[in-house]
């Protein structure tokens, strides 16, 4: 599977989550679009590098060629060269071991600025035969609620223009928030030049996105796909996914998870947080309500009254001063209120300075991200980090071995002594403090392969507090839950039962 995003950063490592959500992270430490996270999360497709590129990365690679000669006094331009370049990182995928790829364009159907990548996969068809070819077009069916009607005519012009430069869709997806009523689908069939069974309805799932797929398959999208392309294939197997479902939709429990985070009121900030969430939550039999709650806020209000009431409590990543305190707060009330807690990256950070400045007692302990002259610096920059000035894709990145202490809660959740997680981060913990927190009852669980960076802090004191450097969410999946979400919310309805069999007296 690959995603090729029109933009011009050669990737999403440097933008804001509030521009373009989460920046998530591949094995081998590409810092990629999410998207990619759903496609790791809905298939088993290996994902690398070569699965997103960007127009800068493309520009990138045709302007260094041009710089070392390669195209041998040539004028360089969109047509070929850029084009070229593009169907080259289709093509690259397509190894021995690859029946299909699947290459998603993002962006709309008449942006300037994908206009480069449709030309690129109509000469990809003519390179490798349209019988080896599908196209999908995946467009709107917006429901005007003024006059109660879905209106067609803006697929109709997106699939005119793609016609207009030589595409012609094969099946389109309809997302629409009403069923698609059978004289709808045969309206945009014969204005789109497609058959009405290529008209597929993809209606909002109001329950969960994990229903998507059998919908998909209910649609007729499989065997549309397997006819067009060809394809000697099985019959599909969903017994999983429906099973899944099923456990989704009967929940025996119902707990709440605060997430705090300074990107909180952004739904796709933390994407792969709250699908994390979701999975243990399916294998625990529990539903869960989170609440996303911003930690400035936190640091407004106080703790009482936005966490109150939780039976859960996680702070995850992210980057700049902002709402860093109010997070420090969120994990003392945590932490003195024996809420199971979960730290991520930054989570981890804040949980080591909060333990720093109230229980070690080293007053105004911070990161050195955060105060440069801080008197108590617990998380400072990393050493290989010290002489990098170049922002992308510089942080430490991707997957990383860890050793797991033998006793330690976080090697219970994993059920192993090593375990290799992605990171995506600039600063530490501070060895020098190693021994004063343990002298306090903090446990260094988890180090990296050499044993120098800190990687899993525990209290083994508290009911379950366990905060890690790098980012076990992008690697939870909706049928295999990770292991330390699955402890954290299995922790989270223990307190959920305690508490309410003391309410009820019993
Ligand atoms: N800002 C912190 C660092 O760079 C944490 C990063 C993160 O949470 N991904 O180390």
Redesign the pocket.
């Known amino acids: 599977m690959q995603k090729l995003d029109p933009y011009i950063n050669v990737d999403p490592g440097t933008m804001s989550p509030y521009q373009h959500g989460e920046v998530y992270v591949l094995d081998d430490g590409s810092e990629t679009d999410l998207d990619l996270g759903h496609y790791e999360r809905f298939t088993h497709s290996p994902l690398t590098r070569q699965s997103n590129y960007t127009t800068g990365q493309i520009y990138l690679k045709v302007i260094e060629k041009e710089r070392r000669g390669e195209f041998l006094g040539q004028t360089v331009q969109v047509i070929p060269h850029i084009t070229n370049e593009i169907k080259r990182c289709i093509a690259k995928l397509a190894d021995d071991e690859v029946d299909v790829v699947i290459t998603e364009i993002g962006g709309t159907v008449g942006d300037i600025e994908s206009q480069p990548f449709l030309e690129a996969i109509r000469q990809f068809a003519l390179d490798v035969g349209k019988e080896n070819c599908l196209y999908i077009h995946l467009t709107l069916i917006p429901y005007l609620k003024a006059a109660a009607e879905l209106k067609t005519k803006p697929t109709q012009h997106s699939v005119g223009l793609l016609r207009q430069i030589g595409i012609q869709p094969d099946v389109l997806i309809c997302r629409t928030e009403r069923a698609l009523p059978a004289s709808d689908r045969e309206k945009i069939a014969l204005f789109c030049n497609v058959p009405v069974r290529a008209v597929i309805e993809e209606r909002d799932k109001d329950f969960s996105i994990y229903e998507v797929p059998l919908s998909l398959v209910e649609n007729g999208l499989d065997e549309l796909i397997v006819k067009k392309l060809g394809l000697n294939a099985k019959s599909l197997e969903l017994d999983d996914w429906r099973e899944l479902l099923h456990r989704l939709r009967n929940p025996d429990t119902e707990i709440s998870i605060a997430v705090v985070g300074k990107y909180a009121e952004h739904k796709d900030a933390y994407k792969s947080i709250y699908e994390a969430i979701d999975h243990a939550g399916i294998e625990h039999h529990a539903q869960i309500r989170v609440g996303r709650i911003l930690s400035e806020d936190i640091q407004r209000e106080g703790p009482e009254r936005l966490l109150s009431g939780y039976d859960g409590i996680l702070v995850?990543?992210?980057?700049?001063e902002r709402g860093v305190e109010g997070k420090v707060d969120a994990i003392r009330w945590a932490r003195q209120r024996k809420i199971p807690f979960l730290g991520?990256?930054?989570?981890m950070?804040c949980a080591v300075i909060e333990f720093a400045r109230n229980v070690v007692g080293l007053a105004g302990a911070n990161?050195t991200?955060f105060e440069k002259d801080t008197p108590y610096p617990v998380?400072c920059l990393?050493d290989e980090q010290q002489n990098i000035t170049e922002k992308g894709g510089t942080?430490r990145l991707g997957a990383q071995v860890a050793d797991l202490a033998p006793d330690s809660r976080a090697a219970e959740c994993y059920g192993s002594a090593q375990v290799q997680e992605r990171h995506?981060?600039?600063?530490?913990f501070n060895n020098q403090y190693r021994k004063q927190f343990e002298a306090h009852g903090m446990t260094f669980s988890g180090t990296s392969k050499q044993g120098s960076l800190v990687e899993v802090v525990e209290l083994p004191e508290h009911p379950w507090f366990v905060a890690v450097q790098y980012?076990p969410e992008f690697k939870s999946k909706p049928t295999q839950p990770h292991p330390l979400f699955s402890g954290f919310v299995q922790a989270a309805v223990r307190r959920n039962s305690r508490d309410s069999m003391v309410e009820s007296g019993s």
């Open positions: 995850p990543g992210g980057f700049g991520i990256c930054l989570g950070q990161s991200e998380v990393l942080m995506r981060h600039r600063y530490e980012h």
